[in-house]
Nanobody, 123 residues
Framework: QVQLVESGGGLVQAGGSLRLSCAAS????????MGWFRQAPKKEREFVAA????????YYADSVKGRFTISRDNAKNTVYLQMNSLKPGDTSVYYC????????????????WGQGTQVTVSS
């Protein structure tokens, strides 16, 4: 079992920045590939970014490429999502998720999920 807790959400103006954190506990964090997803009201959960267990390989949705950066600190059992140049369309609940053995952009392939953190971008 892996427990995931997101933090860092909030209200920000368009063009602003936020950094989300996801703290993991339980089984060895180092073994898990991590992903960030988001879900807006009445929409399906969608992929945002992923990072492999080594931290070397990262993947992004086209909609956030160049604006968001995923990273991890295995010593702190934490994965981050730095979000810059935020747009009203980025407003969603953001979830982190964990899986083995490979990275993925598919919601159903992730084994563990956090409770989510709300990000609201005002225009």
């Amino acid at each position: 079992q892996v427990q995931l807790v997101e933090s860092g959400g909030g209200l920000v103006q368009a063009g602003g920045s936020l950094r989300l954190s996801c703290a993991a506990s339980g089984r060895t964090f180092d073994y898990y590939n991590m992903g960030w997803f988001r879900q807006a009201p009445k929409k399906e959960r969608e992929f945002v970014a992923a990072i492999d267990w080594t931290g070397v390989s990262t993947y992004y949705a086209d909609s956030v490429k160049g604006r968001f950066t995923i990273s991890r600190d295995n010593a702190k059992n934490t994965v981050y999502l730095q979000m810059n140049s935020l747009k009203p369309g980025d407003t969603s609940v953001y979830y982190c998720a964990a899986k083995t053995p490979y990275s993925s952009n598919r919601v159903h392939e992730y084994d563990y999920w956090g409770q989510g953190t709300q990000v609201t971008v005002s225009s």
